[in-house]
């Protein structure tokens, strides 16, 4: 399999179930597990949330969970296979999602994970997100998370940059 054989596209109902399951062994693992089936096909078919698979001959080997508001985006949960990793799988999957908040407008895109997440920190700054706060017991009171943030644009109103037209120039 090649890299470029692996296709993105947003997830459908028929996916939550792998989604789920990838969450609950990847990412949630030895914290209980939140991000069931239920949940997930609510956050596909929520308005203001955007479910992303990576997928290889029909089968989800990646996914990633975006929440949308008016300033800031959320990222919620993103995994790749194990044995599908470091092949740019998670980049193209966080970078569709940092296009589409820049298209909207996002500001900032926010996240956390665990402090011991080596891994995924090393690929968030690969990312070009900075760590904000260290949050002590975030995850059931038992683990730390650290916060991470990517600015895409200054806080405000988007820059005006329109001019009048320039009178008397030929
Ligand atoms: C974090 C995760 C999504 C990265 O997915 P991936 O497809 O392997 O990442 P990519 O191949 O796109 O990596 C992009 C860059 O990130 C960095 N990176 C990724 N994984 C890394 C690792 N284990 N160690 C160091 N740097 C890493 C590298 O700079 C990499 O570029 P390179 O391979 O050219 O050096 C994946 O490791 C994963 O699913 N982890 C378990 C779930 C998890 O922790 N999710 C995040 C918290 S919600």
Redesign the pocket.
């Known amino acids: 399999m090649t890299a470029n054989s692996v296709t993105l596209r947003l997830a459908e109902a028929r996916d939550a179930q792998a989604i789920a399951l990838m969450s609950r062994d ?2 949630e693992a030895g914290l209980g597990w939140k991000y069931d089936a239920a949940r997930v096909q609510r956050a596909i078919r929520e308005r203001d949330t955007v479910t992303l698979v990576a997928c290889a001959a029909d089968a989800v080997i990646g996914f990633v969970i975006m929440e949308f508001g008016d300033e800031r985006a959320h990222l919620v ?4 296979h194990p044995s599908q ?7 193209r999957l966080l970078q569709w999602l940092l296009e589409s908040a820049q298209t909207a407008g996002i500001g900032s895109v926010h996240l956390e ?1 665990r402090e011991r ?1 080596e ?2 920190r ?2 968030y700054r ?1 990312m070009e997100f900075s760590e904000s706060v260290r949050v002590p017991g975030y995850y059931r009171g038992r683990e730390a998370a650290l916060r991470m943030l990517r600015v895409l644009r200054v806080p405000g109103p988007p820059p005006y940059l329109w001019q009048p037209p320039a009178l008397g120039q030929k």
């Open positions: 990847l990412v949960l993103l995994a790749v990793r470091r092949r740019g799988i998670g980049r994970l997440n891994a995924a090393a690929f690969a």
